[in-house]
């Protein structure tokens, strides 16, 4: 009798879970993951507003635009400050949109788990739509709060671009929400099974050696904006900010410090970044110009050849991969030489794809004249970080390997 009921209970369960509307489910949730950093940006806004000038002049409502336009900025949609077109995406910002969207499109896809045919039907070949069709309305819901806050927050002066902002929601969708959706309704466990397991082993290494390169590389950013502190305070002391504008001023900072960390990454592999037109950085030579008062700027090594210790950091790349191989698989051996070759070789190259990928969208316009062009060489990048990162992992994983095999061959039989 207690089987029975149980049974009942949970055929029950899953009935009123097929039961609840997928396509009204998954909108909320893109609604709801757009509008939580916005309402929280123009919170910020508001705060900002009063905080310096008291009301002065302007509304109130001039904070909320800000902060609107922030969030807009965030999605690509680039202003017009003072007739100037300003197009830097402030990553750091993004991030937080991105990661909203991760988590409550993981709460949709666990509210829709209930749908579809289950993991056997799945198995036999049956079609299920159910992933496909919840990314797609949850990117209806945010895009939709993004075209009504880009209507809302235009202005002629700062006209914001709501194409990009579209296309922009689109590729979060598919990159966050699709796979948060997968994960929470279970179809991303059940869809894993027909993935080759090499795949699935060389995909993992690229997460970890992506992961360890951006690591280097915001640690030799924050190195560098500590040696350079000082100039930092000089530049802070010649806006003469008050209290309440100089945290603005901060907070501004830190929402590009996702891009100031990608720049540091095309540093260490060799091709560099511009900071305004005719301008370079790169290990082996720094050709600089007249720059904006910006504190992140003070990271910038001084103009001119670079140390030989400097030019000796593009070996850090290659090396951090192989570090990042080695410790994976150490956790998850690679027994045979074909399938260490083909995990280190291939994570390194997908992980320099995901890289270059990630600093083409790291730069842009920051201001008139020379400072239209600010950011690094997305193709040069790309032609450094394959051979360095894909090199490295395949020295890594093939020594890894070596090491397993060694080991297992003295252990005996």
């Given amino acids: 009798m207690t089987s029975l009921l149980v049974d009942r209970r949970d055929r029950t369960g899953a009935a009123s879970a097929a039961q609840r509307p997928l396509v009204l489910i998954a909108t909320l949730g893109g609604a709801v993951a757009a509008l939580a950093p916005l309402?929280?940006?123009?919170?910020?806004?508001?705060?900002?507003?009063?905080?310096?000038?008291?009301?002065?002049?302007?509304?109130?409502?001039?904070?909320?635009?800000?902060?609107?336009?922030?969030?807009?900025?965030?999605?690509?949609s680039g202003i017009t400050v003072q007739g100037v077109a300003v197009g830097v995406v402030p990553l750091g910002l993004t991030a937080i949109c991105a990661w909203s969207m991760w988590r409550v499109a993981h709460r949709v896809g666990d509210a829709l788990s209930g749908h579809g045919p289950d993991a056997d039907r799945?198995?036999?070949?049956?079609?299920?739509?159910?992933?496909?069709?919840?990314?797609?309305?949850?990117?209806?819901?945010?895009?939709?709060?993004?075209?009504?806050?880009?209507s809302l927050a235009s202005t002629v002066a700062t006209a914001p671009s709501v194409p990009p902002v579209i296309l922009w929601s689109l590729a979060m969708s598919l990159l966050f929400a699709a796979p948060?959706?997968?994960?929470?309704?279970?179809?991303?466990?059940?869809?894993?099974?027909?993935?080759?397991?090499?795949?699935?082993?060389?995909?993992?290494?690229?997460?970890?050696?992506?992961?360890?390169?951006?690591?280097?590389?915001?640690?030799?950013?924050?190195i560098s904006l500590a040696a350079g502190v000082g100039e930092a305070a000089t530049m802070v002391s010649q806006l003469h900010l008050t209290a309440?504008?100089?945290?603005?001023?901060?907070?501004?900072?830190?929402?590009?410090?996702?891009?100031?960390?990608?720049?540091?990454?095309?540093?260490?592999l060799g091709p560099g970044f511009a900071v305004g037109g005719n301008t370079l950085v790169s290990p082996d030579a720094v050709v600089l110009g007249p720059l904006p008062l910006f504190a992140l700027l003070s990271a910038l090594p001084d103009a001119g050849m670079s140390a030989p210790w400097l030019a000796a950091?593009?070996?850090?790349?290659?090396?951090?991969?192989?570090?990042?191989?080695?410790?994976?698989?150490?956790?998850?051996?690679?027994?045979?030489?074909?399938?260490?070759?083909?995990?280190?070789?291939?994570?390194?190259i997908a992980a320099a794809v995901a890289f270059a990928v990630l600093a083409s969208v790291a730069?842009?316009?920051?201001?008139?004249?020379?400072?239209?062009?600010?950011?690094?060489?997305?193709?040069?990048?790309?032609?450094?970080?394959?051979?360095a990162l894909g090199f490295g992992g395949l020295v890594g994983a093939l020594t890894m390997t070596w090491w397993q095999r060694r080991r297992l061959a003295s252990a005996g039989p």
């Fill in 122 to 150: 799945i198995s036999d070949g049956e079609r299920d739509l159910t992933v496909p069709v919840a990314t797609g309305t949850f990117f209806v819901g945010y895009a939709v709060v993004a075209v009504v806050t880009a």
């Fill in 313 to 348: 950091m593009v070996w850090l790349p290659p090396l951090t991969a192989a570090a990042a191989t080695m410790r994976f698989q150490r956790r998850h051996p690679a027994l045979t030489w074909l399938d260490a070759g083909l995990r280190g070789c291939g994570g390194g």
């Fill in 363 to 387: 730069g842009g316009a920051a201001g008139p004249g020379r400072m239209r062009h600010v950011g690094p060489d997305v193709f040069d990048v790309l032609l450094a970080s394959i051979p």
């Fill in 39 to 76: 309402l929280v940006c123009v919170a910020v806004g508001v705060v900002g507003w009063f905080a310096s000038d008291a009301g002065a002049h302007g509304a109130p409502r001039d904070g909320m635009r800000m902060g609107a336009l922030a969030w807009l900025m965030a999605h690509g």
């Fill in 180 to 222: 948060a959706i997968a994960i929470g309704a279970g179809r991303a466990a059940i869809w894993a099974t027909f993935v080759p397991a090499v795949v699935r082993q060389a995909a993992a290494t690229a997460g970890a050696i992506l992961t360890a390169f951006l690591a280097l590389a915001a640690l030799v950013f924050l």
């Fill in 244 to 268: 309440a504008e100089g945290t603005v001023y901060a907070l501004a900072n830190a929402g590009f410090v996702p891009n100031a960390t990608l720049f540091s990454g095309s540093f260490l």
